[in-house]
T-cell receptor, first 118, second 114 residues
Framework: QKEVEQDPGPLSVPEGAIVSLNCTYSNSAFQYFMWYRQYSRKGPELLMYTYSSGNKEDGRFTAQVDKSSKYISLFIRDSQPSDSATYLCAMTSSRFYAGGTSYGKLTFGQGTILTVHP | DAGITQSPRHKVTETGTPVTLRCHQTENHRYMYWYRQDPGHGLRLIHY???????DKGEVSDGYSVSRSKTEDFLLTLESATSSQTSVYFCAISGSGGPGDTQYFGPGTRLTVL
């Protein structure tokens, strides 16, 4: 079983729709949660970052973390064709390992392909 | 792309040949990472570096080696390429390596092993 599960989609929605993207995870040590956006043939770029449980809003984007359920979500309001991309969830813990740090070891979901059509 | 370049951007090679991919950064960041991205698997960490000459294995390190002789360069070597190593390879950098530290990704190298 993968540590992080993400529905790969693909997801196709009309412009203006509310989009919900989700990930579940099994490692209770995860405390830092991120959403990356990746356009076709490009590298991922950080979209949202959340520490522990709660909500975070940035413009049309809202990230939610429910640690009790081991479930995170990304909501996109008023979706635009420019939002068409692959969205990857990622998470990490703060546990330190000797010989180096484990801090930077992100665990990614498989990514969800989103298309917003005009 | 946060001052990160990868070379080559595309490569086709044959099974059994050695291949070296280069990541170059101009941000003077301490941490550098190599990931591979495959359908159904997302991004998986191959190796990472936490300083010059300091490297450690990720979750899929078999068949790969890395070297970092300068802050700005991180090399990934496939010692004897296999078809299972056909993938898109991404380099990433971060300043502190801390859990809340943003990782910035390069544009990727698309590698095909025939």
């Amino acid at each position: 079983q993968k540590e992080v599960e993400q529905d790969p989609g693909p997801l196709s929605v009309p412009e203006g729709a509310i989009v919900s993207l989700n990930c579940t995870y099994s490692n209770s040590a995860f405390q830092y949660f991120m959403w990356y956006r990746q356009y076709s043939r490009k590298g991922p770029e950080l979209l949202m970052y959340t520490y522990s449980s709660g909500n975070k809003e940035d413009g049309r984007f809202t990230a939610q973390v429910d640690k009790s359920s081991k479930y995170i979500s990304l909501f996109i309001r008023d979706s635009q064709p420019s939002d068409s991309a692959t969205y990857l969830c990622a998470m990490t813990s703060s546990r330190f390992y000797a010989g180096g740090t484990s801090y930077g070891k992100l665990t990614f979901g498989q990514g969800t392909i989103l298309t917003v059509h005009p | 792309d946060a001052g990160i370049t990868q070379s080559p951007r595309h490569k086709v090679t044959e099974t059994g040949t050695p291949v070296t991919l280069r990541c170059h950064q101009t941000e003077n960041h301490r941490y550098m990472y190599w990931y591979r991205q495959d359908p159904g698997h997302g991004l998986r960490l191959i190796h990472y570096s936490y300083g010059v000459k300091d490297t450690d294995k990720g979750e899929v390190s078999d068949g790969y080696s890395v070297s970092r002789s300068k802050t700005e360069d991180f090399l990934l070597t496939l010692e004897s390429a296999t078809s299972s190593q056909t993938s898109v390879y991404f380099c990433a950098i971060s300043g502190s390596g801390g859990p809340g530290d943003t990782q910035y990704f390069g544009p990727g190298t698309r590698l095909t092993v025939l």
